[in-house]
């Protein structure tokens, strides 16, 4: 199986100027990245004609936890960005934010790095190799 790279995370609110208590999180950045490496699959087509790039999604984690609002927002070409996209469709259920006590929708943004790793100084790629990348936007 193929794989492509994972990501950084980035919490948008639509107030930042209101105080928020956001409760821990059963599904962190950690678990967020184990879930990409488990679950992302480099598309066959996609490896073979040496497509790559970063897709950006932006989704939002609703009050009761679940994913909604799925959207590219950095395409880089349909075979990448139907897989990214798949990705955080089926995302596990997320423990929700809490404002004031509150459970709140809250949205995200997750750059999925999708690279092609070779060997120095090859022009072929590296077949099932994973590279790890984890920063904050």
Do not use: C
């Amino acid at each position: 199986m193929l794989h492509a790279i994972l990501l950084g995370v980035l919490f948008i609110t639509a107030d930042s100027s209101a105080s928020s208590t956001i409760a821990p999180l059963p599904f962190n950045y950690q678990n967020a990245r184990d879930y990409m490496f488990e679950n992302l699959r480099y598309p066959k087509e996609a490896f073979d004609r040496d497509i790559e790039g970063d897709v950006v999604v932006r989704f939002m984690i609703t009050s009761e936890g679940t994913i909604d609002s799925v959207k590219i927002i950095k395409k880089v070409h349909p075979l990448l960005d139907d897989e990214a996209k798949r990705l955080i469709i089926e995302m596990p259920k997320w423990q929700p934010f809490k404002r004031d006590g509150k459970a709140v929708s809250v949205y995200w943004e997750i750059p999925v790095i999708f690279e092609i790793l070779r060997k120095e100084n090859q022009a072929q790629p590296v077949p099932d190799t994973i590279r790890y990348k984890l920063h904050r936007l």
